[in-house]
């Protein structure tokens, strides 16, 4: 991305010290983190459009799959369908970089998603089960907070609305709400962050 990137992204991309071999971002929206990026829907324009649970690769092709906000939003119960899915088009000992909303009370009743399309929240310990199904964790932390959660609140009740009334693509949040959840993604926790991230490792 030739633009600057903030708090969750920003943790994301630095969790490859470097690039090596082929790269892939599934549910990639207007990122483009992967040398290939995938997105269910057309107008993200990705390089193909597909879903996670029928990935339209070779087998054992990728050295890197970004897999990023996504799992959360797939239909309930096909998450580990979606995980074989990357672990088969991934090479042996490549890299998986998931992350998802954390499940905790006050990030997941306040998440004005959960009862419009039903967004998910995740118990850490449900993560690293579902991850283990051909994975090896080998880093998983939480990070952002209550400023992640003000920044979302103010999207659904401000800037989405005035984006359906006046058709005007507003920016996500303000620069000085995106500052200071940056600053607070600087913090990495073992749990009541906002975003669980993991670091995993195919294995045989």
Request: glycine residues 6%.
């Amino acid at each position: 991305m030739n633009t600057q990137i903030f708090g969750r992204l920003r943790v994301i991309k630095e969790l490859v010290s470097k690039s090596e071999g082929i790269s892939l971002s599934i549910g990639c929206k207007e990122t483009r983190f992967g040398d290939i990026n995938v997105d269910i829907d057309p107008i993200a324009k990705p390089d193909v459009v597909t879903d996670a649970l029928n990935l339209p690769f070779k087998d054992s092709i990728f050295d890197l799959i970004y897999f990023t906000d996504v799992i959360e939003h797939l239909p309930e119960n096909t998450e580990i369908q979606a995980l074989k899915e990357i672990y088969r088009v991934m090479k042996p000992e490549g890299y998986l970089i998931l992350t998802t909303p954390n499940d905790k009370p006050i990030y997941t009743y306040l998440d004005p998603a959960k009862y419009v399309i039903g967004h998910r929240h995740y118990k850490i310990k449900d993560i690293q089960k579902m991850i283990k199904t051909g994975f090896k964790v080998e880093k998983i932390f939480t990070a952002g907070g209550f400023w992640d959660l003000a920044g979302i609140l103010w999207y659904y009740f401000v800037i989405y609305p005035l984006k359906k009334i006046s058709g005007v693509n507003l920016p996500y949040n303000p620069k000085i709400l995106l500052n200071k959840t940056d600053k607070e993604y600087n913090l990495r926790k073992k749990e009541g962050g906002y975003t669980i991230f993991v670091i995993a490792r195919k294995i045989q």
